[in-house]
């Protein structure tokens, strides 16, 4: 059994820096001298098409064969609704782009492809799926010279200005069950987005307030908020405790019957 290795802990299994250069030497005897130290690109180039050849030749890689690298290796990463919505992108980009080799994509096209009279601000989020592809494309499976997506102007996208008032909320309250209630008073109460509050837990519950841990915050700063307690907000989730099946510390503040957290 070889012993861990102590530096160059990030490089690919096998791949080690040996007096001046990068060289594969697998247990089955091979050495493959890969490139000059400092050329590190070269070795995820190397291991890229030493994965697999036949789906990764740059001669007929094309865009299907990324969108579906892409869904193997980095949606699996994401949020559950993230990963739903980009499932239905790059099947929209398949169906448009997928017959296309990388470098043959131009702005021009994506600029085509914006360009509809419906569903313009799906195009965008279409386009940013996309972007996010040939990132990956050209910074770290070196199959594209360039994204074709930078520069491109998008379509204009306005924020809803429609505001539910308190009558439209209550009147739904009244008629909803009593989870649902529990999770109206819980928005409403801290202005926390919805994955945020199902994945609520128990433990983040203190007497000064409830932690939270944002999404879409934590991904770039790792920041926390503290939304402080009050009368309303212990009433709130003294009832969600007492829920079925009740829990003290540990699990899920909205909860199913069998103490599961629920789903969008």
């Known amino acids: 059994m070889s012993r861990p290795r102590k530096t160059n802990q990030h490089l690919p299994k096998y791949v080690r820096v040996e007096y001046g250069s990068y060289w594969y030497r697998p247990p089955d005897g091979q050495n493959v001298k890969i490139g000059p ?19 990764f030749s740059t001669s007929t ?18 949020a559950p609704r993230t990963q739903k919505d980009y499932a239905r992108h790059l099947d929209k980009l398949t169906a448009v782009f997928g017959h296309l080799r ?5 702005p ?25 592809i040939y990132t990956k494309m050209v910074g770290r499976w070196y199959v594209a010279e360039k994204n074709p997506c930078l520069g491109v102007e998008r379509n204009d996208e306005h924020r809803r200005t429609r505001y539910i008032t308190d009558e439209e909320f209550q009147a739904v ?22 994955g945020d509050l199902l994945g609520l837990l128990q433990s983040s519950v203190t007497p000064e307030g409830v932690r939270f841990t944002p999404a879409k915050v934590a991904k770039k700063t790792g920041k926390k908020i503290m939304v402080e307690m009050s009368p309303a907000f212990s009433e709130v989730l003294e009832r969600a405790k007492n829920m079925v099946p009740r829990v003290d510390i540990g699990g ?8 599961q957290r629920y789903t969008g």
């Open 108 to 132: 021009r096209d994506i600029g085509r492809f914006l360009d509809r009279p419906k569903g313009k601000i799906q195009a965008n989020k279409q386009v940013s799926v996309l972007s996010a």
């Open 61 to 78: 890689l094309t865009l299907k064969d990324c969108f579906e690298r892409y869904m193997r290796e980095i949606v699996p990463g994401l």
């Open 252 to 259: 899920y503040v909205l909860r199913t019957r069998k103490g």
């Open 102 to 106: 990388p470098d043959e994509l131009k």
């Open 173 to 194: 309250r009244t008629l909803a069950k009593p989870r649902i209630r529990l999770a109206m008073d819980l928005a409403l109460l801290t202005g926390q987005r919805q």
């Open 37 to 55: 130290e400092g050329e590190e690109h070269l070795v995820w180039k190397f291991m890229l098409d030493k994965s697999d050849p036949s789906t």
